[in-house]
């Protein structure tokens, strides 16, 4: 199935901006990959076969297009990626860590599948990753925050350096991501990997169902109350 091409890559004429990219993104999600999904498991033994297993491959493989595409946004602008674009939905930024769902997000998911006891030792193994990988990002964001405070108290500021480290912030999160779904998957395996994707598909989507934004507005406080 052919992809959008990634923010800022290909020819001048072919790059979108990140928030049509993630509207082609979703929509492809939404239908057809979540519907042969879900058909694939549907009509499934239980086995691996091959419907299934292609069906799984092609959702796992379109998170991490997605992955990609905020690398390359965060290449042309890793403020915006880091600080939650605007191609993100109210309901999503509560879950987010430096422009996508926070890693530990993943190994919640797979949790409340009801998983096998070697695929819960498997997740703890994943979290005990993520919990040493997500401090030192977080302190590296950090420690450039303070440097260019610094230096701009100093009349020093290096702005190009500034966005320079907070580009490689955001591609070690999502290399951080990317490898937890990569892991957990092949944890996971077979049924258990699809019903895993398929679940992970259903949550993004939520985000961004109409219905569900609707009750999300109504919680809200109105102006000035």
């Given at each position: 199935m052919p992809r959008p091409p990634p923010p800022g890559r290909g020819a001048p004429g072919?790059?979108?901006?990140?928030?049509?990219?993630?509207?082609?993104?979703?929509?492809?999600?939404?239908?057809?990959?979540?519907?042969?999904?879900?058909?694939?498991?549907?009509?499934s033994s239980g086995s691996w076969d091959d419907p299934l297993s292609s069906?799984?491959?092609a959702v796992e493989a379109h998170f991490q297009a997605h992955w990609s595409a905020l690398d390359a946004a965060a290449r042309q602008d890793p403020a915006r990626v880091v600080a939650a674009g605007n191609w993100r939905s109210p309901l999503e930024l509560p879950f987010l860590w430096f422009g996508d769902v926070h890693p530990s997000l993943?190994?919640?998911?797979?949790?409340?599948?009801?998983?096998?006891?070697?695929l819960l030792a498997a997740a703890d193994r994943v979290d005990r990753r993520i919990r040493a990988a997500v401090p030192n990002v977080s302190d590296r964001f950090r420690r450039?925050?303070?440097?260019?405070?610094?230096?701009?108290?100093?009349?020093?500021?290096d702005v190009e350096a500034f966005l320079g480290e907070l580009k490689s912030v955001a591609l070690e999160a999502n290399r951080l991501r990317r490898g937890v779904l990569s892991e957990l998957v092949a944890a996971a395996g077979g049924y258990q990997a699809a019903?895993?994707?398929?679940?992970?598909?259903?949550?993004?989507?939520?985000?961004?169902?109409?219905?569900?934004?609707?009750?999300f507005d109504q919680c809200r406080p109105s102006p000035g109350s």
């Open positions: 072919a790059r979108r901006p990140v928030r049509d990219f993630f509207a082609v993104w979703l929509a492809t999600l939404r239908s057809p990959l979540l519907p042969l999904l879900r058909r694939a498991l549907s009509s069906a799984a491959a993943l190994t919640s998911l797979l949790r409340t599948l009801s998983p096998s006891p070697r450039a925050q303070e440097a260019f405070v610094a230096a701009e108290v100093a009349g020093t500021a019903l895993y994707l398929e679940a992970l598909s259903r949550f993004v989507l939520s985000m961004h169902d109409p219905e569900v934004l609707r009750r």
